[in-house]
């Protein structure tokens, strides 16, 4: 047997199989011209469960295979694929977790698939204000310190969601929080969306499960190299415990025709890890952590070398040095305000010799606290919000209301208002200032959202 199982499988079926008297509807190519001459060969391979094939929700062939090729790789109990990207498996893991109750911690910045988690388990969240850098001003996502006091403070506590990393690549003191989880009796879930590749190399900081996440979401299309809408969902020795509520969260959250495609590229990128990760990761670390600057963010948490995030003197210069770079072909990741990341791709990375020569130029920001910080624990009972009767408001007119919808720049998807918040003039002040440099926010239309009606 090879290292793809399932690849070898869709393979054999395809050259063996004369006519697809089934889904999907292109019968392999023919049934859509447009698209096999875009791909030649491409729709060969989408295919769905057949005898030989297995089955994504009951998988006992050679995608049960796959997927403990997938838990090998990262010394997981068990693994599952997603074809719901990140956001499924976070679903799903909240779920699992508190499907008897309990409510969920997480930090104020978590991505906006908590929003889900937390209706379907009809679960209160209890948002905890990140720790910030002295320096930079950015999150260093949820402190020990404060999930202690949240636990105190909330001992109803079922689950903690952690980003690791955050969306900078700064990875938070997850071993500590999972400690104090577990001694509480509480489920931890690493949100590992952009930290799939953490441990694969000494360079970079370690796997979620190493520092004792139970459940993990790895997002391999952002950092292991599959397809995007792809990751994998980690079971550690305590998230078995969660086993049956895992499969039966996946099933409702999951489709019933997860693509072939994506599953085969999630087999393809663990293969490639399994096999010559080193050599991939090599390179691109290197070509990252060449670029040095005073404007680089570094705190004093482990950080993933391929994550740029450079500080701007100003949200001007932020928008034109990336506007010229855009000009010779180099795009950034991600522009906010004065902050603009750029993320090394796996494998043999392209020259940065434009964004090294902008890093250069940059000198070392200065950091103002926030005159008024966001309260460090808050619970927010997101569903009730969501079930209120709702009016719309212009953003302009909306400060003092409640929230009745997530509100979030994407990327990165983090919201700037939870469904229960009260708006603040800081907040409207924000979001105009990201819908006026023409970035895309989720939870606005034509300068519109919805509030809790008075």
Same mark, same amino acid.
């Given at each position: 047997?090879? *290292?793809?199982?399932?690849?070898?499988?869709?393979?054999?079926?395809?050259?063996?199989?004369?006519?697809?008297?089934?889904?999907?509807?292109?019968?392999?190519?023919?049934?859509?011209?447009?698209?096999?001459?875009?791909?030649?060969?491409?729709?060969?391979? @989408?295919?769905?469960?057949?005898?030989?094939?297995?089955?994504?929700?009951?998988?006992?062939?050679?995608?049960?295979?796959?997927?403990?090729?997938?838990?090998?790789?990262?010394?997981?109990?068990?693994? $599952?694929?997603?074809?719901?990207?990140?956001?499924?498996?976070?679903?799903?893991?909240?779920?699992?977790?508190?499907? $008897?109750?309990?409510?969920?911690?997480?930090?104020?910045?978590? $991505?906006?698939?908590?929003?889900?988690?937390?209706?379907?388990?009809?679960?209160?969240?209890?948002?905890?204000?990140?720790?910030?850098?002295?320096?930079? !001003?950015?999150?260093?996502?949820?402190?020990?310190?404060?999930?202690?006091?949240?636990?105190?403070?909330?001992?109803?506590?079922? /689950?903690?969601?952690?980003?690791?990393?955050?969306?900078? *690549?700064?990875?938070?003191?997850?071993?500590?929080?999972?400690?104090?989880?577990? @001694?509480?009796?509480?489920?931890?879930?690493? @949100? /590992?969306?952009?930290?799939?590749?953490?441990?694969?190399?000494?360079?970079?900081?370690?796997?979620?499960?190493?520092?004792?996440?139970?459940?993990?979401?790895? *997002?391999? $299309?952002?950092? *292991?190299?599959?397809?995007?809408?792809?990751?994998?969902?980690?079971?550690?020795?305590?998230?078995?415990?969660?086993?049956?509520?895992?499969?039966?969260?996946?099933?409702?959250?999951?489709?019933?025709?997860?693509?072939?495609?994506?599953?085969?590229?999630?087999?393809?990128?663990?293969?490639?890890?399994?096999?010559?990760?080193?050599?991939?990761?090599?390179?691109?670390?290197?070509?990252?952590? !060449?670029?040095?600057?005073?404007?680089?963010?570094?705190?004093?948490?482990?950080? @993933?070398?391929?994550?740029?995030?450079?500080?701007?003197?100003?949200?001007?210069?932020?928008?034109?040095?990336?506007?010229?770079?855009?000009?010779?072909?180099?795009?950034?990741?991600?522009?906010?305000?004065?902050?603009?990341?750029?993320?090394?791709?796996?494998?043999?990375?392209?020259?940065?010799?434009?964004?090294?020569?902008?890093? /250069?130029?940059?000198?070392?920001?200065?950091?103002?606290?926030?005159?008024?910080?966001?309260?460090?624990?808050?619970?927010?009972?997101?569903?009730?919000?969501?079930?209120?009767?709702?009016?719309?408001?212009?953003?302009?007119?909306?400060?003092?209301?409640?929230?009745?919808?997530?509100?979030?720049?994407?990327?990165?998807?983090?919201?700037?208002?939870?469904? !229960?918040?009260?708006?603040?003039?800081?907040?409207?002040?924000?979001?105009?200032?990201?819908?006026?440099?023409?970035?895309?926010?989720?939870?606005?239309?034509?300068?519109?959202?919805?509030?809790?009606?008075?």
């Amino acid at each position: 047997m090879t *290292g793809t199982p399932l690849t070898d499988a869709v393979r054999a079926y395809s050259r063996s199989t004369t006519a697809r008297l089934h889904v999907p509807a292109h019968g392999g190519g023919p049934g859509n011209p447009p698209l096999e001459a875009l791909f030649p060969g491409l729709c060969s391979w @989408d295919v769905t469960e057949q005898p030989e094939l297995d089955d994504l929700s009951h998988p006992e062939g050679p995608l049960a295979a796959a997927q403990a090729a997938a838990a090998a790789l990262y010394g997981a109990e068990d693994a $599952h694929y997603l074809t719901g990207g990140a956001t499924q498996g976070v679903q799903a893991g909240v779920l699992a977790s508190l499907l $008897h109750g309990g409510a969920l911690l997480a930090s104020r910045d978590s $991505h906006r698939s908590l929003l889900g988690a937390a209706l379907l388990a009809d679960a209160d969240v209890v948002l905890a204000a990140p720790a910030r850098d002295p320096k930079f !001003g950015v999150s260093l996502g949820l402190s020990p310190r404060t999930v202690e006091r949240a636990f105190l403070e909330h001992p109803d506590i079922g /689950a903690v969601l952690v980003t690791y990393p955050t969306y900078l *690549g700064i990875a938070p003191e997850l071993d500590a929080i999972a400690r104090i989880a577990r @001694d509480r009796g509480a489920i931890t879930i690493a @949100d /590992a969306a952009h930290g799939a590749h953490f441990g694969w190399h000494a360079a970079l900081p370690p796997a979620a499960l190493a520092e004792g996440a139970d459940l993990v979401v790895a *997002g391999m $299309h952002k950092s *292991g190299g599959s397809l995007t809408q792809t990751a994998l969902l980690l079971e550690g020795p305590r998230g078995t415990e969660r086993h049956a509520e895992l499969g039966l969260a996946l099933h409702l959250i999951g489709t019933s025709s997860p693509s072939y495609l994506l599953m085969l590229s999630l087999e393809q990128a663990v293969q490639s890890a399994l096999t010559q990760r080193e050599r991939l990761l090599e390179r691109a670390i290197a070509a990252g952590e !060449g670029i040095r600057s005073k404007a680089r963010v570094a705190t004093g948490r482990p950080q @993933d070398p391929m994550r740029i995030a450079l500080q701007f003197e100003s949200p001007t210069q932020a928008q034109e040095s990336c506007s010229a770079l855009a000009r010779e072909g180099v795009r950034p990741e991600y522009l906010e305000d004065a902050t603009a990341l750029f993320i090394v791709p796996l494998g043999e990375p392209p020259a940065l010799d434009g964004l090294a020569r902008v890093a /250069a130029a940059l000198r070392e920001p200065a950091f103002a606290e926030d005159r008024e910080a966001p309260p460090e624990i808050r619970r927010v009972r997101l569903g009730r919000a969501l079930r209120s009767r709702r009016e719309r408001r212009r953003l302009v007119e909306a400060a003092g209301r409640t929230a009745a919808d997530v509100v979030s720049v994407v990327p990165p998807g983090i919201p700037a208002l939870w469904p !229960g918040e009260e708006i603040s003039p800081q907040a409207v002040e924000g979001l105009a200032r990201a819908l006026g440099q023409g970035r895309r926010v989720m939870g606005i239309d034509q300068g519109w959202l919805w509030v809790v009606a008075e």
